[in-house]
């Protein structure tokens, strides 16, 4: 089981690229998240799909489109990166349902936008 | 809104020493707590979680934590840190999201000196 997987590990944009974020899972999971982690401000949750074709909004949602392409796969996609995207972004898939989820995170990708 | 909040942003301690990292969260109803810790360079990882039963929950690596509802508090302790604790540590509460969604702490960062 390789749990967790993201591509890439390490990207650096100009303002106003585009590019997206891989992620997939092995574990058969239902739901899928996106988080950004920037210092001092711990995990903030970006989107997130509870299960295959639905998706939602999360705390910081704006610059950002996801797609929940099948049950493995949960995108994130930059349509016009800008400074303030650059930090660490993690994927993670969840266990059980709305009440009880621990979540299994991803390495993460470290994306710098100049 | 719930929301967690960690005591302190960075703690030093040496070998041997105890640990308490402070958390607390802002939600009157059923809650389940967890702790993930962050190694240098890597992604998160699950410490211990709360769920229900006993309030005095058993992680990984000789951690523990206490969950004092009255008090809104999931504190982690460790009697005697390693250097190889040396960490990021992340509280987080899921409570009443619609989705289950994590609300994480903003960190606390742990260095162990030899």
């Known amino acids: 089981n390789a749990g967790v997987t993201q591509t890439p590990k390490f990207q650096v944009l100009k303002t106003g690229q585009s590019m997206t974020l891989q992620c997939a899972q092995d574990m058969n999971h239902n739901s899928m998240y996106w988080y950004r982690q920037d210092p001092g401000m711990g995990l903030r949750l970006i989107y997130y799909s509870a299960s295959e074709g639905t998706t939602d909004k999360g705390e910081v949602p704006n610059g950002y489109n996801v797609s929940r392409l099948n049950k493995r796969e949960f995108s994130l996609r930059l349509e016009s990166a800008a400074p303030s995207q650059t930090s660490v972004y993690f994927c993670?898939?969840?266990?059980?349902?709305?009440?009880?989820?621990?979540?299994?995170f991803g390495p993460g990708t470290r994306l710098t936008v100049l | 809104a719930q929301s967690v909040s960690q005591h302190n942003h960075h703690v030093i301690l040496s070998e041997a020493a105890s640990l308490e990292l402070g958390c607390n969260y802002s939600?009157?109803?059923?809650?389940?707590l967890f702790w993930y810790v962050q190694y240098p360079g890597q992604h998160l990882q699950l410490l211990l979680k709360?769920?229900?039963?006993?309030?005095l929950v058993k992680g990984i690596k000789g951690f523990e934590a206490e969950f004092i509802k009255s008090k809104f508090s999931f504190n982690l302790r460790k009697p005697s840190v390693q250097w190889s604790d040396t960490a990021e540590y992340f509280c987080a509460v899921n409570g009443g999201g619609s989705q289950g969604n994590l609300i994480f702490g903003k960190g606390t960062k742990l260095s162990v000196k030899p």
């Open positions: 709360y769920f229900s039963g006993d309030p």
């Open positions: 993670a898939s969840g266990v059980g349902d709305r009440s009880y989820n621990e979540q299994f």
């Open positions: 939600y009157g109803g059923t809650v389940n």
